[in-house]
């Protein structure tokens, strides 16, 4: 979709567009609440040479290349299952993590502790250091080490308040946020466009009404000239097609209320019609025998041509 379009799309269907930003946002929301903020603390513990290899006036940072090994020893213990469930035990919300520090070459352990608060998590660091140096004696007595050529450790940095991270809730929220529009988005065009159809359809079945409306022949010129003069279904005469009212034609027997009363001792109106039938039933006998001597009349040679044509 373009650009036009979709300016388009938002100015028609603004309101599907406020309600999925209110939705959208709520999304949002739920994402902070789904992951909420986690606190993180960290300590790095270091491993010192015995003091046999260190000797009375000797450096022990001077011999911590022969470390590494004790070092991971050391981190797969506490790495344990059993560690872990000892571990859960005491902080059930605490997550925590131990590995070699990368960015120094040398035994530097990192713990690391996660935690929902900064209180717990603070108080679970100090628990790690301590079972991080509980441990390496352990391995150590087990060994029977003597005394002066066993492995120390130190605290080389520790973290005095919990550090909040949000990169989990702000990545959830974004990612609420996003789905969101974009669904908003596609129900906007959805919309739009079943609207749009319906609009395009409503409007092609109207012009198919106005044109069969317009190609339709009028009845009246239509019909035939009998069909025109007939009378209505009243029986009366059919309308003028000139405007005019068609005076009414009374039949025959009927009064016209025109017609001046009949004198007394003179024949009706019906009496008047059976002898008018009576004289026509009588002309036309007449009118056929004139028409016939009409006929040999005509049949007759003329005497005056045929004598001219004698001569």
Known sequence: MDKPALIGVARRRWYVLLAGLMVSLGLAYAGTLASPPHYAARALVLLLPSQSTVGPNGNPFLDLSGLDLPARVVVS???STSTREAVGKEFPDIDYAVSIEESTRGPVIALDVTGPTDGATLEALPYLMQESRATLERLQAE???????????????????????????????????????????????????????????RREHEDANEDSVSRQPDPAEGAPQHARDAPDDAGGPAPDPTGEEASPVPKHGDVSPTDPPPPSGAPGRRDLAMIRTS??????????????DTGNISRRPRKGKNRGRGR
């Open 77 to 79: 213990s506490l790495t």
């Open 143 to 201: 060994v029977e080490a003597p005394a002066n050529a066993t492995i120390r450790s130190m605290v080389l940095a520790q973290d005095r308040s919990a550090t909040e991270q949000r990169g989990g809730t702000v990545r959830l929220a974004i990612a609420g946020l996003i789905a969101g529009l974009v669904a908003t988005l596609f129900a906007a065009s959805a919309i739009d466009g079943r609207s749009q159809q319906r609009r395009a359809t």
């Open 279 to 292: 004289d026509s039933a009588e002309a036309r006998p007449e009118h056929g025998a004139r028409a016939h």
